[in-house]
C-alpha cells in the first residue's frame, strides 16, 4: 500500500488482505497543492522556452531562483530530470542568499520528483528540509502539505506509525488554519494507515468524512477517487455487489477524465473483485488493461501486484507456464521496489529533523533568557550611573567614546571587505551565466541539426530512440536519411562528450550530409572509407602529437522493398534478436579519423531479415554507466541480455523498460557518458 506524489495527482494505494486480494490497489486524485503563479507553463514546451529565454535575460539571483523554480515545477511530470536540475540551482542560490519562500518551494519540487521516482531517501531529505523552512516562514497551508508529503513517504516504505503521526499532524494544522480541501486530503491518508492495519470499519469512516468534504466543495473528480477507495474495502470485506457497483461508476468517471492512474488502478480493484468471486476471465481480462497502462505509468508497485495477481488467477486455471512466466515478473519488480526503500537512511533523516526542531526550541529559550538577562544588566547600568561620581561617568563616557571610535574603524573596514568581496562574487555568478547561456545556445545548434524523430517512426513505425546525454550537449548522436529505396540510418559516439563532443559531432554530421545525401553513396562499406578519408584530412596537423580526434559509428542501409539489411560499422556492433535468440555482426576494430598506417578494410555485412526481428545500433555509454548495489559498470552482456530477454515485446514497451533498467542501475550514481541506442522492429 503507498501514497505517492504524481504531477497533479496524489496516487493513494490500499493495502492487501487475504490470499484472493493480495495486490489489490486504488487511486486517489487530487489537484496539486504546491500550484505556483507560472503553473500554467506545465505541458507546454513552448511556454517553458519562454521561460528559458526570460531566464537568460535575467540577472539578478533572486529572480533567477524564482524562475527556475517555476521552470522545475511546469516539467515534474513531463521532463524530471529538467525539473531536478532548474530545482537544484534554484536551491544552491537560495541557501547563499540565506532561506526563504523561493528555497522551501525549490526542497519541496525535488521531494516530489524523488517521491514520483521512488528514491524515498532523497524525498524524505528535501521534504524535512522544505517543512523546516515552511515552519520558521508560518505558512499554514504549506506546512500542512509538507506534513502530508512526509506521510506518503513514510507510507511508502510500509513505516505506518510515523505515517499516522504526519498525517494527524497535518490534518490538525489544516483543520485549525480553515483548510478543508487539506483536511479531505488528511482523511484519506489515515484511511488508508488504518486499512492497512487491517481497521476496515475505521478506514471507511475516514473516507466517508473526505467524500462528505469533496461533496460540499463540489469535485466529482475527488468523489469518484474516495469511491474507488471504498470500493476497494468492499472488496475486501466480500460485498461483492456493492463493490462491482462503486468501482464501475468511478471508473466511467476516470475514463471520461483521462486519469490512466486511476483508471488503471480501478481496473486493478475490479481485478481483485472478480478473483474474489472465482470468475477468473473477467479478472483477467481487467488485470491485463491495468497491466498496461501501469507500464506506461512506470508504477512499479503496482505492477508488481499486478502481476502477482495474474500468476494467482492461472494458478487457478491450471495454467501453470504462465503462472510461472508472471510470477517471475512480479520477483523482478519486487526487487525493484526493495532496492528503491532502505529505512535506515529514512531514519536518520527523521531523527536530523527532531533534533533540529529540539535544537530550534532550545535556542529559543535561550534568546529569551538573553534578552531578559539583558534588561537586568541595562537596569543595573542606570543605577550604577546615578549613584556614580561626576569623575566617575567622565571617565565611563570616555571610554564608550574610545570604543565607539574602534568599532567605527572596525565596520568601516569589515563593509570595505564586504564590498570586495560582492563584486568578485558578482564576477563569478556573471562569468558562469554566460557559460550557462553559451552552452544552452549550444544545444539549440544541436537541436537544429538533428533529423526529426517523429518523421523516422512514420518511416519505421515500431521504433524507438533512447538518446540521454552527460551533460546539457552530447558527442553522440543518431542519423538517418532515405535514399531512394533504401532507408539509410545510424548511431555514432564522436572523442568527447559535453561541448567538445558536441563540436565534433556537428562536423560529422555534415560529412555524412554529403556522403549520403548529396552523394547519393548507400553502401554502408564505401560510406565508412569516406568518412575516414574526409576526417584524416582535417586533422593531418595532429599526427605528429598522436592524438587524434576519432568517431565510432554503426551505420546500416535497409532496402525498403525485399527487407534485405547491408551493415559496417566502426567499433560499434549490430545486434539482431529472432525468435528471441542474439545475433551480433561484429565491427572493425578503427575507429573513424584514426590514425593507421596502411588502408583500413571495413567489412560489409548482408543479412536477410524476417519478419519480427528487432534490430540494435547503440554506443557505449550504456554499458560504462556504474551503478547497482556494488557501483559497477553495467557491461556489454548485461545489456545483450536485456535486449534479447525484450526483444519480443513492441518497440515502445522495450523502450520503456529500457529506461526503466538505465534509472534503476544510475540510482544516485553520476552518469559517466553520453547515451544513445536506436531499436527498430520489422
Same mark, same amino acid.
Given at each position: ?81 529538467? &525539473? ?15 532561506? /526563504? ?6 526542497? &519541496? ?81 489515515? &484511511? ?63 475514463? #471520461? ?32 488493461? =491495468? ?19 495474474? =500468476? ?44 533540529? #526542531? ?54 568601516? #573596514? ?32 544541436? /537541436? ?83 568518412? /575516414? ?10 599526427? &605528429?602529437?598522436?592524438?587524434? /580526434? ?133
Amino acid at each position: 500500500m503507498e501514497i505517492k506524489y504524481k504531477r497533479n495527482h496524489i496516487t493513494v494505494s490500499s493495502p492487501k488482505s487475504g490470499d484472493s486480494l493480495k495486490g489489490f490497489r486504488c487511486a486517489f486524485m487530487v489537484l496539486f497543492v504546491f500550484a505556483f503563479p507560472f503553473f500554467i507553463f506545465a505541458g507546454s514546451n513552448n511556454k517553458i522556452d519562454s521561460l528559458e529565454r526570460v531566464l537568460q535575460q535575467t540577472k539578478t539571483d533572486s529572480a533567477r531562483a524564482r524562475i527556475m523554480v517555476y521552470i522545475a515545477d511546469a516539467t515534474q511530470g513531463t521532463q524530471p530530470a529538467t &525539473s531536478i536540475a532548474m530545482a537544484d540551482s534554484a536551491l544552491q542560490i537560495t541557501r547563499e542568499k540565506g532561506p /526563504d519562500d523561493t528555497h522551501a518551494r525549490a526542497a &519541496s519540487i525535488l521531494g516530489n520528483v524523488y517521491n514520483a521516482k521512488g528514491m524515498y531517501q532523497l524525498a524524505l531529505k528535501y521534504f524535512i528540509e522544505s517543512l523546516g523552512l515552511f515552519d520558521k516562514l508560518g505558512n499554514k497551508r504549506a506546512m500542512a502539505n509538507a506534513r502530508n508529503s512526509i506521510g506518503n513517504t513514510y507510507f511508502g516504505t510500509k513505516d505506518y506509525d510515523k505515517a499516522f503521526q504526519f498525517f494527524s499532524e497535518s490534518n490538525k494544522i489544516a483543520s485549525e488554519s480553515g483548510n478543508e480541501f487539506m483536511v479531505g486530503i488528511t482523511d484519506v491518508g489515515i &484511511s488508508n494507515v488504518m486499512v492497512a492495519q487491517k481497521q476496515l470499519n475505521d478506514g471507511l469512516n475516514y473516507l466517508l468524512k473526505a467524500k462528505e468534504i469533496f461533496t460540499q466543495q463540489k469535485r466529482e473528480d475527488l468523489i469518484a477517487a474516495v469511491q474507488t477507495n471504498i470500493g476497494g474495502i468492499y472488496v475486501q470485506l466480500g460485498q461483492y455487489d456493492s463493490a462491482e457497483k462503486v468501482l464501475g461508476e468511478a471508473l466511467a468517471f476516470h475514463k #471520461k477524465a483521462k486519469d490512466n492512474y486511476a483508471i488503471f488502478s480501478t481496473q486493478q480493484s475490479l481485478g481483485d473483485l472478480y478473483k474474489g468471486k472465482n470468475e477468473p476471465d473477467k479478472a483477467l481480462a481487467f488485470y491485463f488493461e =491495468s497491466l498496461d497502462l501501469a507500464k506506461r505509468m512506470d508504477a512499479k508497485d503496482n505492477l508488481k501486484d499486478i502481476c502477482k495477481s495474474i =500468476s494467482d488467477v492461472y494458478s487457478q486455471k491450471g495454467d501453470f507456464k504462465k503462472a510461472l512466466d508472471y510470477f517471475n515478473l512480479y520477483g523482478m519488480y519486487k526487487d525493484s521496489v526493495f532496492n528503491a526503500v532502505n529505512n535506515s537512511q529514512l531514519l536518520e533523516e527523521q531523527a536530523i529533523y527532531e533534533t533540529g #526542531k529540539k535544537q530550534r526550541d532550545i535556542d529559543l529559550k535561550n534568546l529569551e533568557l538573553s534578552k531578559k538577562q539583558n534588561e537586568i544588566d541595562r537596569q543595573s547600568t542606570w543605577q550604577y550611573v546615578l549613584i556614580g561620581t561626576v569623575a566617575l561617568f567622565m571617565l565611563m563616557a570616555f571610554l564608550i567614546f574610545n570604543r565607539y571610535q574602534v568599532k567605527q574603524k572596525a565596520n568601516l #573596514k569589515l563593509s570595505e571587505a564586504y564590498e570586495t568581496l560582492q563584486q568578485k562574487n558578482d564576477v563569478i555568478a556573471q562569468k558562469n551565466k554566460e557559460i550557462t547561456d553559451s552552452i544552452l545556445y549550444a544545444k539549440r545548434i544541436q /537541436d537544429s541539426f538533428l533529423p526529426d524523430i517523429d518523421f523516422f517512426r512514420k518511416l519505421v513505425p515500431d521504433s524507438f530512440l533512447f538518446y540521454q546525454p552527460k551533460e546539457i550537449v552530447s558527442g553522440d548522436f543518431y542519423w538517418y536519411n532515405r535514399v531512394g529505396d533504401f532507408l539509410v540510418f545510424a548511431v555514432a559516439d564522436c572523442t568527447g562528450h559535453g561541448v567538445s563532443g558536441a563540436f565534433l559531432s556537428a562536423i560529422c554530421n555534415d560529412m555524412m550530409n554529403q556522403v549520403i545525401r548529396d552523394l547519393g553513396v548507400v553502401s554502408p562499406e564505401l560510406i565508412l572509407r569516406l568518412l /575516414d578519408e574526409k576526417l584524416r584530412k582535417q586533422q593531418v596537423a595532429k599526427e &605528429s602529437s598522436g592524438f587524434y /580526434d576519432g568517431m565510432d559509428i554503426a551505420i546500416c542501409a535497409l532496402d525498403m522493398h525485399d527487407h534485405t539489411l547491408y551493415f559496417s560499422g566502426a567499433r560499434r556492433p549490430l545486434v539482431i534478436v529472432r525468435d528471441q535468440e542474439l545475433k551480433i555482426f561484429k565491427p572493425t576494430k578503427f575507429s573513424i579519423g584514426e590514425f593507421f598506417q596502411g588502408r583500413k578494410q571495413f567489412t560489409e555485412h548482408v543479412i536477410q531479415l524476417n519478419p519480427k526481428d528487432s534490430l540494435y545500433l547503440f554506443t557505449d555509454g550504456f554499458i560504462d554507466q556504474f551503478g547497482g548495489k556494488d557501483g559497477k559498470k553495467f557491461k556489454y552482456r548485461k545489456l545483450l541480455e536485456l535486449l534479447r530477454s525484450n526483444g519480443h515485446f513492441s518497440m515502445k514497451e522495450q523502450y520503456e523498460t529500457i529506461q526503466q533498467v538505465f534509472w534503476e542501475w544510475k540510482g544516485n550514481f553520476n552518469q559517466v557518458d553520453d547515451i544513445c541506442i536506436v531499436g527498430i522492429k520489422v
